[in-house]
């Protein structure tokens, strides 16, 4: 069956960095754009990046722009944030989703948690 899988998450401070990763299976991901999308506690959820399927276009959300880097490597069927610079608001649960024509599927999320 589909899986998104969301890794890499945890607590960091601020100015620090980590990088998440979303394993996919069960679909074909090479033809799927993927992005990353976030939803910290009382907001909505709200796009992050995004990467076209061959990963020849990437479009950020005007804060992360700088800061955060969206990569896929679809011989490993995987997508990456690299966050660098990290705030406390950018504390949140960080969900990948695979876009297609039809169809989308979303992972189960990941906590980043930026504080000293």
């Known amino acids: 069956q589909v899986q998104l899988v969301e890794s890499g998450g945890g607590l960091v401070q601020p100015g620090g960095s980590l990088r998440l990763s979303c394993a996919a299976s069960?679909?074909?991901?090479?033809?799927?754009?993927m992005s990353w999308y976030r939803q910290a506690p009382g907001k909505e959820r709200e796009l992050v990046a995004a990467?076209?399927?061959?990963?020849?276009?990437?479009n950020y959300a005007d804060s992360m722009k700088g800061r955060f880097t969206i990569s896929r490597d679809n011989a490993k069927n995987t997508v990456y944030l690299q966050m660098n610079s990290l705030k406390p608001e950018d504390t949140a649960v960080y969900y990948c989703r695979a876009q297609g024509i039809f169809k989308n599927y979303w992972g189960q999320g990941t906590q980043v948690t930026v504080s000293s």
């Open positions: 990467i076209s399927s061959t990963g020849g276009t990437t």
């Open positions: 069960g679909f074909t991901f090479s033809v799927y754009a």
